[in-house]
């Protein structure tokens, strides 16, 4: 679902959870991606099997395409301003990855629509350090980059950082990726620590943590959920006794909800990512929380159900959120 302004500007999607107001900031959609291709292990017949289950907006059973995108999540609680995650940028030169590359998007306009200004934003809390969920973190200016969010602490995992500045040519991490993860099946793409969280650290307002449940900021906290990167996390929104997770890359569209077991292309130790899916599939459809998601398409946001041995994906519009 998409609405739009009459200025071309898509009109921010608000989800209440408890007291705290979450709106997706959009980057980036595309309705082609080629499922053999993001699914490096699917089976021809899977589609076949739960294409039925999968909503207009997100499959389109005439060309056998996923839709998709790139969003960042803006929640206001506790008298904060907080970003989660911020997408791409623009002018990010991503040669690995053409729909990535050298971006110029309206999502500042879409964040100035949502209400907010980059000088506006108190936390930036990130789930992890690839291309597509850090770049905003930074913009060019005097062909220099520098951070957007002048007043934001910036939050992300020590394990993370220092092993994307090692990849970047930094300071050596010989002691990761951690010995039981095994060899990555998907490098990180290059410059991505240089170019979008170094310029942070340096301008003092990084703050590296260590992923293990505690809160750092009011019913803000980081959970482990490793696989798709070195120290992935989600992050729980607790607010009145209602629970809401940015799951981010632990999956890339609905269809993993219904196999689990399929490894995105973008994973660096999909065995580690299966087990994280798994586990927040699990406890999403025990507790009924609200999940908001960094790719899918539509609201972006949803609840999972049992569904037999497996589970099942239900978009969630922002009219219709109630306590979990």
Same mark, same amino acid.
């Given at each position: 679902m998409?609405q739009?302004?009459?200025?071309?500007?898509?009109?921010?999607?608000?989800?209440?959870?408890?007291?705290?107001?979450?709106?997706r900031?959009?980057?980036?959609?595309?309705?082609?991606?080629?499922?053999?291709?993001?699914?490096?292990?699917?089976?021809?017949?899977?589609?076949?099997?739960?294409?039925?289950?999968?909503?207009?907006?997100?499959f389109?059973?005439d060309?056998g395409?996923?839709?998709?995108?790139?969003?960042?999540?803006?929640v206001?609680?506790?008298?904060r301003?907080?970003?989660?995650?911020?997408?791409?940028?623009?002018?990010?030169?991503r %040669?690995?990855?053409?729909?990535?590359?050298?971006?110029?998007?309206?999502?500042?306009?879409?964040?100035?629509?949502?209400?907010?200004?980059?000088?506006?934003?108190?936390?930036?809390?990130?789930?992890?350090?690839?291309?597509?969920?850090?770049?905003?973190?930074?913009?060019?200016?005097?062909?220099?980059?520098?951070?957007?969010?002048?007043?934001?602490?910036?939050?992300?995992?020590?394990?993370e950082?220092?092993?994307?500045a090692?990849?970047?040519?930094?300071?050596?991490?010989?002691?990761?990726?951690?010995?039981?993860?095994?060899?990555?099946d998907?490098?990180p793409m290059p410059?991505?620590y240089?170019d979008s969280l170094? %310029?942070?650290?340096?301008?003092?307002?990084?703050?590296?943590?260590?992923?293990?449940?505690?809160?750092?900021?009011?019913g803000?906290?980081?959970h482990?959920?490793?696989?798709?990167?070195?120290?992935?996390?989600?992050?729980?929104?607790?607010? $009145?006794?209602?629970?809401?997770?940015?799951?981010?890359?632990?999956?890339?569209h609905?269809?993993?909800?219904?196999?689990?077991?399929?490894?995105?292309?973008?994973?660096?130790?999909?065995?580690?990512?299966?087990?994280?899916?798994? $586990?927040?599939?699990?406890?999403?459809?025990?507790?009924?929380?609200? $999940?908001?998601?960094?790719?899918f398409?539509?609201?972006?946001?949803?609840?999972?159900?049992q569904?037999?041995?497996?589970f099942?994906?239900?978009?969630?519009?922002p009219?219709?959120?109630?306590?979990?």
């Open positions: 998409t739009q302004s009459s200025n071309n500007v898509e009109i921010p999607l608000s989800f209440r959870v408890g007291d705290a107001l979450v709106t900031i959009p980057e980036l959609r595309w309705t082609n991606a080629d499922p053999a291709r993001l699914y490096p292990d699917l089976d021809p017949a899977a589609l076949g099997t739960h294409g039925g289950q999968l909503t207009a907006g997100s389109n059973p060309t395409t996923l839709a998709q995108g790139t969003h960042s999540w803006l206001r609680h506790a008298g301003v907080i970003l989660i995650d911020t997408a791409t940028g623009n002018g990010k030169p %040669p690995r990855a053409p729909v990535l590359d050298h971006l110029d998007t309206p999502y500042l306009a879409r964040l100035a629509a949502a209400g907010v200004m980059p000088d506006q934003v108190d936390l930036v809390l990130l789930t992890h350090i690839h291309a597509d969920h850090v770049g905003w973190n930074t913009v060019l200016r005097d062909n220099i980059w520098q951070p957007l969010f002048t007043r934001a602490r910036h939050v992300y995992s020590e394990m950082a220092r092993y994307a090692a990849l970047d040519g930094f300071a050596p991490a010989p002691d990761l990726p951690p010995e039981a993860f095994g060899r990555p998907h490098p410059q991505v240089t170094k %310029p942070v650290i340096d301008a003092g307002l990084g703050q590296a943590i260590a992923i293990d449940g505690r809160e750092i900021a009011d803000l906290s980081f482990p959920a490793p696989g798709h990167s070195i120290d992935h996390a989600t992050i729980r929104l607790h607010s $009145c006794g209602e629970e809401a997770w940015f799951v981010a890359d632990l999956m890339h609905p269809l993993q909800a219904y196999r689990p077991d399929l490894r995105s292309v973008y994973c660096e130790f999909p065995g580690k990512a299966e087990q994280s899916r798994r $586990c927040m599939l699990a406890h999403a459809a025990e507790t009924g929380a609200l $999940c908001l998601t960094a790719h398409a539509e609201s972006g946001a949803g609840r999972v159900t569904n037999g041995s497996g099942a994906w239900h978009f969630v519009n009219t219709e959120v109630s306590a979990s």
